[in-house]
Structure formats: structure tokens, C-alpha cells
């Protein structure tokens, strides 16, 4: 993987993740991969971008993706976000609607979500890397054992962070946090997936953006500035 741009404050947690066996097994794959010619989607630069962008000692609201958009100038490391400049995803339109509903806040004419992640919104894929025009290529490699270990340390820390678990996958992915109802510190908050497939059955009127910034506030937190300034 060459060298790994990450946080300190990833990077001593998650060592052992880095020196495991599967994460050998991982590396090597992506160097085959690459060696085959295959268009590997983040840059390697920007696979743990969402890491780099969201210390771990920062992070207040955990929102999870599946794996990176795998279409040329999409993916850049965090899930549901694009550079600026790429046309808005489907799914992000619909969490833009949600947003303007819930907040009053009028849709971004991009879909660059770096304002989140670097006020503490770790926005997180299951898996962090993809082949050109394969949706959920790389999945099974090892991926979604190293972002467990994440979640675990999120879920470990002894302030309350936010989990918006969107669709199935998300929620079964985090589906050992330690939430309110089980004694724990954490909120976690489920809807539908916001893609159009499913957004009409629940994510629409969720409102887990004020949910949020309520229970943030209500713990002495400051809220997320949702609104994203131009790209």
C-alpha cells in the first residue's frame, strides 16, 4: 500500500490491523490488481482520506457507506461524497432533499462532503477501494474487517458519537455499537437506504440531521454545520 496517510491518531490504534496477516492479503491483491492494469478506484493516496480527514478523538457522527463509487473522477476516500465539479449521485440528491426538509437547508450545487469530516462527521465505506466499473469489486478481501476494527474503536470511546445507518447493510455492519438503549453513550439512528430504490420508504422524514445535532448539543457538543459552502 505503499506509504498509508493517516491521522496519529488512527495510525497507533490500528496497528495491529496494519501488521495483521489479512492486511498482507489485501496488499497484495491491490498490487496484483494494479499490475494487471485494473483502474483501482480511490487514488491510494485517498483510501483512508475519511481517516486522514477524521481523528479519531474528533469524531462525533459515524455515517456508513458500502463501498467507493466506481465510475472516473467519483470516489476520493469518503462515502456518498464527489469531487467538485463530478455530478451529484442519486443517493446524495435524495440527503440533500432530506437535508432542505429537515434543516431548511437549500441543496449544495455539489456533492464535495469534505466540510463534514472535518468537523468530526467520519463518513466511512465498508469497503475502501474498487475496480473501475465494479460495483463491490473488492468486497470479501479484507476491507470490511479493518473498517469493524474502526467502528470498534469509534464505539470504544467514551464520548457519544452519532450513527446514521442507512439500509440494511449499514445497520447490520454497526449493529454491535453500544446505543442508548443497551446502556451505552451512543445514538444510533436507522432509516432506509437514501438511494432512489428505497428513499420513499422511511429515509424521506427521518430528520436524522436535526436528531443529531440535538443530541449532540443536549451532551455539551457543539452540532454539525450541515450546510456544505461552495466547493
Known amino acids: 500500500m505503499g506509504e498509508i496517510k493517516l491521522h496519529p491518531g488512527w495510525r497507533e490504534?490500528?496497528?495491529?490491523?496494519?501488521?495483521s496477516p489479512y492486511m498482507a492479503e489485501l496488499r497484495a491483491f491491490l498490487v496484483a490488481e494494479k499490475?494487471?492494469?485494473?483502474?483501482?478506484?480511490?487514488?491510494?493516496?485517498?483510501?483512508?482520506?475519511?481517516?486522514?480527514?477524521?481523528?479519531?478523538?474528533?469524531?462525533?457522527?459515524?455515517?456508513l457507506g458500502q463501498d467507493p463509487y466506481h465510475g472516473p473522477?467519483?470516489?476520493?476516500?469518503?462515502?456518498?461524497?464527489?469531487?467538485?465539479?463530478?455530478?451529484?449521485?442519486?443517493?446524495?440528491v435524495n440527503i440533500y432533499k432530506e437535508m432542505e426538509s429537515d434543516l431548511g437547508i437549500a441543496p449544495a450545487r455539489h456533492g464535495f462532503l469534505e466540510h463534514w469530516a472535518r468537523q468530526g462527521v467520519l463518513l466511512l465505506n465498508s469497503v475502501l477501494t474498487v475496480e473501475h466499473g465494479l460495483a463491490a469489486s473488492h468486497q470479501g478481501r479484507g476491507w470490511e474487517r479493518f473498517t469493524d476494527a474502526v467502528i470498534r474503536l469509534v464505539n470504544a470511546r467514551p464520548?457519544?458519537?452519532?450513527?446514521?445507518?442507512?439500509?440494511s447493510h449499514?445497520?447490520?455492519?454497526?449493529?454491535?455499537?453500544?446505543?442508548?438503549?443497551?446502556?451505552?453513550?451512543?445514538?444510533?439512528?436507522?432509516?432506509?437506504?437514501?438511494?432512489?430504490?428505497?428513499?420513499?420508504?422511511?429515509?424521506?422524514?427521518?430528520?436524522?440531521?436535526?436528531?443529531?445535532?440535538?443530541?449532540?448539543?443536549?451532551?455539551?457538543?457543539?452540532?454539525?454545520d450541515w450546510a456544505l459552502p461552495d466547493a
Open 170 to 224: 449499514a445497520q447490520k455492519k454497526a449493529a454491535s455499537v453500544d446505543s442508548l438503549d443497551r446502556g451505552g453513550p451512543h445514538l444510533v439512528l436507522k432509516a432506509p437506504h437514501p438511494s432512489p430504490l428505497s428513499a420513499h420508504s422511511g429515509f424521506f422524514g427521518c430528520r436524522h440531521f436535526s436528531k443529531a445535532n440535538v443530541f449532540l448539543e443536549s451532551r455539551g457538543l457543539p452540532p454539525i
Open 73 to 92: 473522477g467519483q470516489a476520493h476516500g469518503l462515502c456518498f461524497s464527489v469531487r467538485p465539479g463530478t455530478r451529484i449521485p442519486p443517493s446524495l
Open 159 to 167: 464520548d457519544p458519537v452519532v450513527f446514521l445507518l442507512w439500509g
Open 13 to 19: 490504534p490500528l496497528s495491529g490491523e496494519f501488521a
Open 35 to 63: 499490475a494487471a492494469g485494473k483502474r483501482i478506484f480511490p487514488a491510494g493516496s485517498e483510501w483512508f482520506r475519511a481517516l486522514d480527514l477524521t481523528p479519531l478523538d474528533r469524531v462525533r457522527v459515524v455515517i
